[in-house]
């Protein structure tokens, strides 16, 4: 077995692991990514694509941001339409000038591993760690296996960013971890596509036949979404198919524009919210998806992980400039106030965009629902109350130690 040692072995090499390796290194925090995939397949992941204003300037700050500034879109607006009728919330006006960047999250990781590569930090690919000993004193380790050599990491942290499925959530013992779980009775059906988008700006479309959303990634390249049954199967669904559906769902004048074409990729992600607690454990923080999942209504998976991100990076940048280690302490709380919020408001916008029994048209639930979206669009204060949260809110600050000593004095 080959022993390496770092500062923080960091478990994952999604857009958490990979920010999180590009601030710590800035910092002159050593660390090291693990990664289960080839870095092919890391790069051939079609997932989110909106990014809020706090996560733009975190990219800004590991110095990953110049393509993004080039290509990005900043969107003033979203549309929801409902049974074909169409709603616009300018987003800048009501949040006084806050705006998202349209620019994908397969985008973002191409930047964050050409600066990865760039800098001397050390990544393994096709590596998928098998063990973690995360000890109440000592150092930790990971062990892994990569092209038939075992290695061990030693490292005074491990940062878990593998994911929903990674083995860093299981880690933590189960009297400790408490888990919070709603899966949804029904899957997003996504189609990325090289055609110019239908709309300049996104629309979500909540109709009879089910939720739909006509999203993009640039001028020339478009990305749909059609809500389907969890029975349903990619192969159920030809381009042909997808298209017709799409197009019965989207208002009226917009399925008339619509520019169909051959799907570059097609895939079903089953909808599902879920949160552990706690986010630390020992030497063990949980970063991202590996810590929860939202439903992708809100367009806040992505966000979220990056500010489990920032938070961690203030942590530990903290303790290595010379906090006392009860720093660390404030991560999980400050995260999670975060994720429930954004948990709330996936959960929310989901609860009222979808028909939750497709067999069924006019429930009392399904009423409830229209109800309660019409009411949120056809006032001001309503429609401020989606914009606020759509574009997310300020980041947390964590508060230093000597200053935690001082409000402990006054007292
Ligand atoms: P990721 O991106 O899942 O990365 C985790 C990485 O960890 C690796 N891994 C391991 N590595 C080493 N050893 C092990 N034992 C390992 N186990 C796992 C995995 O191979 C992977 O490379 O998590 P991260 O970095 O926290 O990033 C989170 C985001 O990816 C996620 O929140 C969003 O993509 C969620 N999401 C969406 N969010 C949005 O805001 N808008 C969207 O439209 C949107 N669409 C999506 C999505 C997630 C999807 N998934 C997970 C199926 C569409 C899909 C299909
Ligand atoms: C996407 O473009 O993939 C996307 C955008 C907004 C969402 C979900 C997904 O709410």
Redo the contacts with the bound molecule.
């Keep these: 077995m080959k022993t390496l040692n770092t500062q923080v072995a960091i478990?994952?090499?999604?857009?958490?692991?990979?920010?999180l390796g590009q601030l710590l290194a800035q910092h002159g925090i050593d660390n090291i990514v693990?990664?289960?995939?080839s870095v092919e397949?890391?790069l051939s992941?079609?997932?989110?694509?909106?990014l809020e204003q706090g996560f733009v300037d975190l990219l800004h700050q590991a110095g990953c941001a110049k393509r993004l500034t080039e290509q990005g879109i900043e969107h003033h607006g979203i549309y929801v339409s409902v049974d074909g009728q169409k709603h616009h919330l300018n987003l800048k006006l009501l949040t006084q000038g806050k705006v998202v960047t349209c620019y994908g999250?397969t985008e973002v990781?191409q930047d964050l591993i050409a600066a990865r590569n760039a800098s001397a930090q050390r990544s393994f690919y096709s590596?998928?760690?098998?063990e973690i000993h995360n000890p109440e004193r000592g150092q930790a380790h990971v062990e892994?296996e990569h092209q038939g050599q075992a290695y061990r990491i030693q490292c005074d942290f491990i940062a878990g960013?593998?994911?929903?499925?990674?083995?860093?959530r299981p880690s933590i013992p189960n009297d400790i971890r408490r888990e919070f779980e709603r899966v949804y009775p029904f899957g997003?059906l996504?189609l990325l596509s090289d055609t110019p988008p239908v709309s300049e700006e996104l629309i979500y479309c909540k109709h009879p036949r089910g939720f739909a959303l006509a999203?993009q990634r640039s001028l020339t390249r478009s990305?749909y979404?059609l809500q389907v049954s969890n029975q349903d199967r990619v192969e159920d669904w030809s381009d042909e198919r997808f298209w017709q559906e799409l197009k019965r769902r989207l208002p009226e004048q917009d399925a008339a524009k619509l520019q169909t074409g051959p799907s570059i990729e097609k895939?079903?992600?089953?909808l599902r919210s879920f949160v552990c607690e706690p986010m630390q454990y020992r030497q063990l923080f949980l970063?991202?998806?590996?810590a929860h999942?939202?439903p992708?209504t809100?367009?806040?998976?992505?966000?979220?992980?990056a500010s489990?991100v920032a938070a961690l990076y203030q942590v530990l940048s903290a303790y290595y400039d010379g906090e006392p280690r009860e720093v660390l302490d404030q991560y999980s709380p400050l995260c999670l106030r975060r994720v429930w919020n954004a948990e709330r408001f996936s959960w929310w916008m989901t609860s009222m965009l979808h028909h939750f029994d497709q067999q069924e048209s006019c429930s009392f639930l399904d009423r409830m629902s229209d109800s309660e979206l019409n009411f949120y669009l056809e006032n001001q204060a309503g429609k401020q109350l989606i914009a606020e949260q759509y574009v997310g809110l300020p980041y947390d600050q964590i508060t230093l130690c000597n200053s935690l000593h001082a409000e402990k004095t006054i007292k």
């Design positions: 478990i994952g090499s999604g857009p958490s692991g990979l920010l693990i990664e289960r995939s397949h890391v992941r079609i997932r989110a694509g909106i999250q990781t590596a998928p760690v098998t892994f960013c593998d994911g929903f499925h990674g083995v860093s997003w996504g999203s990305r979404y895939s079903i992600a089953p970063v991202g998806d590996a999942i939202v992708p809100g367009a806040k998976g992505l966000n979220l992980a489990d």
